[in-house]
């Protein structure tokens, strides 16, 4: 099933998920996105890793023509929003401009990553590790998710962390993009940074979160978001 945005509950909660990566939650107005890591380029650019430093600016673009489609009340940041906590010695001006004005247009839930465990000085919003909230459905969201086994888990967590993404064969050809990842109890989001990588779905990582073979993994493609089954998949080493 291919079309050009997916549509799922989770603990109730009606969410359409958005080529970009981004989740809007009609019933809460919100927009929900996981792992900007601005000025990850200039943090592996000061370790003489030579990469492009236009990937905060490319976030930034792609975040705002989804807040200018979804017209939001609420923007959830689901952590590792800034790649390190230096990122303001390195940001350009413009962007950290972007970055102060937008946390002042709208109501911004800053949930505190692995990379990003304080809210910097000087922008607006709301920092906290957890940020549950109730409309049409319950939903909890933090940065990382919890083992279903574990005590800390609750029904309807949404998070971002593990960058998920899916890997199909199809046609003799062999496609691996990002993904949201859901069984209707939990939603993980694809990271949404422009210079991010990705961890396959299939790997043990999601094991101890979704019962293997009992989850639904949204392929995000250039004009489509695909859904599709486990058996669909096939892990990086085949």
């Not at 050009?4 to 990566?21: H, P, T, W, Y």
């Not at 979804?70 to 401009?97: C, E, I, N, Y």
């Not at 939903?139 to 960058?163: C, K, M, Q």
């Not at 101890?208 to 892990?235: C, E, K, V, Y």
Request: hydrophobic share 40%; net charge neutral.
């Amino acid at each position: 099933m291919s079309e050009e945005s997916a549509q799922f509950r989770v603990n109730g909660a009606r969410l359409i998920g958005d080529r970009s990566g981004a989740v809007y939650w009609p019933a809460a107005d919100a927009l929900i996105v996981a792992d900007l890591h601005l000025e990850k380029g200039s943090a592996y650019a000061a370790r003489g890793v030579a990469l492009p430093p236009y990937d905060t600016t490319e976030t930034l673009n792609r975040l705002d023509a989804c807040l200018v489609r979804f017209a939001p009340s609420v923007l959830v940041l689901l952590g590792d929003s800034f790649h390190d906590t230096d990122w303001q010695q390195r940001m350009a001006p413009k962007d950290a401009a972007r970055v102060v004005a937008l946390s002042r247009q709208i109501k911004t839930v800053w949930v505190l990553g692995n990379h990003d465990p304080v809210l910097p000085a000087g922008l607006d919003g709301e920092a906290c590790e957890t940020w549950d909230v109730t409309a049409d459905g319950s939903l909890h969201f933090r940065h990382e998710p919890v083992g279903r086994s574990d005590a800390a888990f609750v029904r309807g967590e949404v998070a971002g962390h593990l960058h998920p993404c899916a890997r199909v064969r199809q046609r003799g050809r062999v496609m691996r993009r990002r993904c949201f990842v859901e069984d209707t109890t939990r939603l993980v989001l694809p990271a949404f940074g422009a210079l991010t990588g990705s961890l396959n779905v299939l790997h043990p990582a999601f094991d101890a979160l979704f019962d293997p073979g009992h989850f639904n993994a949204w392929m995000i493609g250039t004009n489509t978001i695909a859904g599709l089954s486990p058996r669909q998949l096939t892990p990086d080493r085949s």
